[in-house]
């Protein structure tokens, strides 16, 4: 069974930083790119960040782009979002998401944890 | 970047109805379009990809079509269970997997 299970999340000051973390589990992690989505409170699903397979390979979106940066660590079955430079508008439930590959996009997704950036 | 516009952002209907949702892209995207659900608390669900695939497990009463720039998700003979919010996303490329901005489905 597949199982993705986000940690990280919490309240910091804008300009903080903080680190997401989903650990995976119930399939061969380093076979499928990985992504990160969030969803602002009351508010729509908004793609972030994606990693290929081999963590060689990483995209953002415009409005991320030079602060948050993802990573994965394969030997631990681990995804990463390391966030920087924090804003007000970056306050979201993150969800961890596996990408299925072929012709299929997000086929899982994990509970999300949750970022309040507030002073 | 391409932008995906979802219509209309709110719908009302009956139980046993149809309904549908479109989705526009901002540029042609080929078939790469999902539909996924979304209940209040919980994470979205995946019921059509590549347009028009049912995913798995999804009843048959779910259907997507288009292909390009336009694509809809009808959902006929609706069931309590169908009411929730409903988002496009497009997967064209590694650049970005845009969502549309979503579409509330309630009952009438």
């Known amino acids: 069974e597949v199982q993705l299970v986000e940690s990280g999340g919490g309240v910091v000051q804008p300009g903080g930083s903080l680190r997401l973390s989903c650990a995976a589990s119930g399939f061969i992690f380093e076979d499928f790119a990985m992504h990160w989505v969030r969803q602002a409170p009351g508010k729509g699903l908004e793609w972030v960040s994606l990693?290929?397979?081999?963590?060689?390979?990483?995209y953002y979106a415009d409005s991320v782009k030079g602060r948050f940066t993802i990573s994965r660590d394969i030997s631990e079955n681990s995804l990463y979002l390391q966030m920087n430079s924090l804003r007000t508008e970056d306050s979201a439930l993150y969800y961890c998401?596996?990408?299925?590959?072929?012709?299929?996009?997000?086929?899982?997704w994990g509970q999300g944890t949750l970022v309040t950036v507030s002073s | 970047d391409i932008q995906m516009t979802q219509s209309p952002s709110t719908l009302s209907a009956s139980v046993g109805g149809r309904v549908s949702i479109t989705c526009r892209a901002s540029?042609?995207?080929?078939?790469?379009l999902a539909w996924y659900q979304q209940k209040p608390g919980k994470a979205p669900k995946l019921l059509i990809y590549?347009?028009?695939s049912l995913e798995s497990g999804v009843p048959s009463r779910f259907s997507g079509s288009g292909s390009g720039t336009e694509f809809t998700l009808t959902i006929s003979s609706l069931q309590p269970d169908d009411f929730a919010t409903y988002y496009c996303?497009?997967?064209?490329?590694?650049?970005?997997?845009?969502f549309g901005q979503g579409t509330k489905l309630e009952i009438k």
């Open positions: 590549k347009a028009s």
């Open positions: 540029q042609t995207i080929s078939n790469w």
């Open positions: 998401t596996k990408d299925a590959g072929g012709s299929r996009p997000l086929d899982y």
């Open positions: 990693i290929s397979g081999d963590g060689g390979t990483t």
């Open positions: 996303q497009q997967y064209n490329s590694y650049s970005g997997y845009t």
